[in-house]
């Protein structure tokens, strides 16, 4: 599901550098029952200034993978409700982000969007312009990273969210990705 949330700006010309970032563990903590409802969500500290940084001069992206609709955990229409409010508050702060893409299929379907398959970086770029080449994908999890090598971007894996469990194997895997505490903690290395 492809998300338009900003408007394109006549003045823009050539796009500029895009930064995909993962939602669940980058923006907002995971949960291990999924993020199903609006009460589920909370800002990580630091995500929505972070993002406000990085939009001033970058094509900011969610990637976000969503199995909770395809298994029938919470109905679609409540899952993009609770992502349009994510979106909403981070955009009233002045962090604006261009797009979203969410996949709603479980790990069994094997689809071509779900991360750690580029599908949803690729998509992002074909609908919107954007470069993977030469952006970054920042994720909590090797499948966020996974997903970023295979579109052409630099990684960042933070140690929020899930990225603390996943920084050997990511280290070993990708000795290239770089590691930081969180998104704000970062965010300086993205504008580079």
């Known amino acids: 599901m ?19 970032l993962d939602r669940d563990g980058v923006l907002i903590e995971n949960r291990d029952a999924h993020v199903r409802r609006p009460s589920d ?3 990580i500290p630091g995500a929505v200034e ?35 409010s994510v979106v909403d508050r981070f955009e ?7 797009g979203s893409v969410i996949c709603p299929h479980a790990p069994a379907g094997r689809c071509a969007c779900r991360k750690p398959e580029p599908g949803m970086l690729l998509a992002a770029s074909r609908a919107w312009g954007c470069r993977p080449e030469g952006g970054w994908m920042v994720g909590d999890a ?15 894996l933070v140690r ?12 070993q895997a990708y000795p290239g990705c770089v590691v930081a505490p ?7 290395r993205l504008l580079a």
């Open 2 to 20: 492809l998300i338009r949330h900003r408007a394109e700006d006549a003045s823009e010309g050539a796009r500029r550098p895009v930064v995909f």
């Open 41 to 43: 969500v909370a800002l």
């Open 50 to 84: 972070a993002v406000r940084l990085l939009s001033r001069s970058r094509d900011v992206v969610i990637v976000t993978n969503q199995a909770v609709i395809e298994r029938d955990l919470a109905p679609a229409e409540e899952i993009l409700a609770i992502h349009r």
């Open 92 to 98: 009233a702060a002045g962090a604006s982000i261009l």
């Open 142 to 156: 090797i499948t966020d990273i996974q997903a970023g090598a295979a579109a052409g971007c630099r990684t960042m």
């Open 160 to 171: 929020t969210g899930r990225g603390a469990a996943h920084e050997d194997r990511t280290r």
């Open 182 to 188: 969180s998104l704000s903690l970062g965010a300086d």
